[in-house]
Every structure is written in C-alpha cells, then in structure tokens.
C-alpha cells in the first residue's frame, strides 16, 4: 500500500510535459522551509493500493506525457514505487522522480537503486531554502540537479532556464 498525500491529474509544473503527479507520503530530510510541511508525516494522506493509482493515471493517459512521483520523499515509499513505475513504463509513460535525496547517495543505496534505474529524470537534491530561486524552472533551489537517466545511469543534466 502507498501512502498518499495528494494526487494530481494534471500539471505542467512538475516535470515537462503534461503530467499527473503522485505526492507520497513520508520525508526524513526535514528541509527548512518546505513547502510540503504536511507531506512529512508518515501517516499523512490516504493508504491507497498501487492498482488504484495505477488506474487512476491510466485514466489520463491519452493526454499526459507521463507521471511524476514527488512527496514528502518518493524513495521512503521506493518499493511501492517500484511496482507502480513497472507499470507505467510499460504504458510508455515517462516518470520524473523529485528526491531530497542526491543522486550519488541514491546510487550507493541497493535497496533504493531498483527505482532509480526506472526513473526517467530525477530532480536531486534537498530544498535549500538560502539558494532558493523562483526563476528555475522544476526545481526550488539552485543546489538542485535535473538527470536525465537511463538505466539508473546519469545520460544529460538538463537546464531549463
């Protein structure tokens, strides 16, 4: 089961394209000034299976580019992910991953690199609240990298400005 804090069915701000965005549920890094306070707590949110937020997104993939996992922290929920970014790859849709964890600490951890290896772009980094900027484009603060992976494996560092 996944712990949902929200759902939505469209966005053109989290990620290229136009995507449904799954917020779980959980975050451990505490960032100050996040703007998902609520979203840390564990417990917060809906307990949903990964079957419904499958057909929920199957719903709206004649019109989204792909799907989105943001939170509190996606990888805290990495083996729920797991199984609904398995499905959704095989729709052909492409999944951004926004992580308060870096890449490199991603990469390092077996238990959270199956996920990451079925990520399409990963949005690294915590918030960094000094280094904020309100003129990047899908990330909070300049300390943030977007990937674009393959793999698991970094292909491009993609800048949107």
């Not at 609520?38 to 307990?47: A, D, I, R, T």
Request: hydrophobic share 35%; net charge negative; with cysteine.
């Amino acid at each position: 089961m996944l712990q949902v804090a929200g759902f939505l069915e469209h966005s053109t701000v989290n990620g290229e394209g136009l995507r449904s965005v799954l917020f779980v549920s959980g975050c451990t890094h505490h960032c100050p000034k996040c703007h998902n306070v609520s979203m840390q707590n564990p417990g917060y949110g809906k307990s949903c299976s990964v079957l419904e937020i499958y057909h929920r997104i199957l719903k709206n993939k004649p019109i989204i580019d792909g799907v989105t996992f943001s939170g509190g922290e996606p990888f805290e929920q990495h083996l729920e992910l797991i199984e609904l970014a398995q499905l959704l790859k095989a729709e052909d849709l492409t999944i951004w991953c926004y992580s308060g964890y870096t890449y490199e600490k991603l990469k390092q951890d077996p238990s959270k690199k199956h996920l990451l290896n079925l990520i399409d772009v990963l949005v690294d980094g915590p918030f960094i609240y000094s280094l904020a900027d309100d003129n990047l484009k899908y990330r909070g603060s300049s300390n943030q990298h977007i990937y674009a992976l393959k793999d698991g494996d970094i292909v491009d560092c993609l800048d949107f400005s």
